[in-house]
């Protein structure tokens, strides 16, 4: 059996180490993705309520600026779960590298990694429940009119 340099075994080393974080990377993007969409939905929704604004009186009126109010709270958790989510990746990305810098030259970094690390899953633990808090909000301003057939 052939022996692997130093080197390389170092290097295979890191990437065994940084397989775990990049699956939660993964996770990440597809959370970022998400809220990119529902951020996408609410402003479609908001710019349509605004557009009708002029045409609508009374009752209609005061209920399309009650919606407005709660799309723009929604807009505002949303940024801020992926400012958290963003913040995540970022902090993951910074424990991958340090694994392999780390690694490769021979130098422990488990304190600074791990802290890294649990901050980021801060992060991305904050980033789920205003995630749930925006979730929750959008399902509670909804109703739903009951239709009666004849």
Known sequence: MPLIPTGLAALAHGIQLAVAPVFLLTAVGTLL???AG??????DRARLLES????LHDAALAHAYDELDTLSRR???VN???ALATGCAVLIAVVVAAVFVGELAHIDLSVP???TFVGGL???IAALLLFLREVHIASTSFKVTRVTRA
């Open 33 to 35: 993705g998400v809220l």
């Open 38 to 43: 529902r951020l996408g939905r609410i402003i």
């Open 52 to 55: 009708r604004l002029p045409s």
């Open 75 to 77: 807009v505002r958790i």
């Open 80 to 82: 801020g779960c992926m």
């Open 113 to 115: 990694i791990a802290a």
């Open 122 to 124: 801060l992060a991305y």
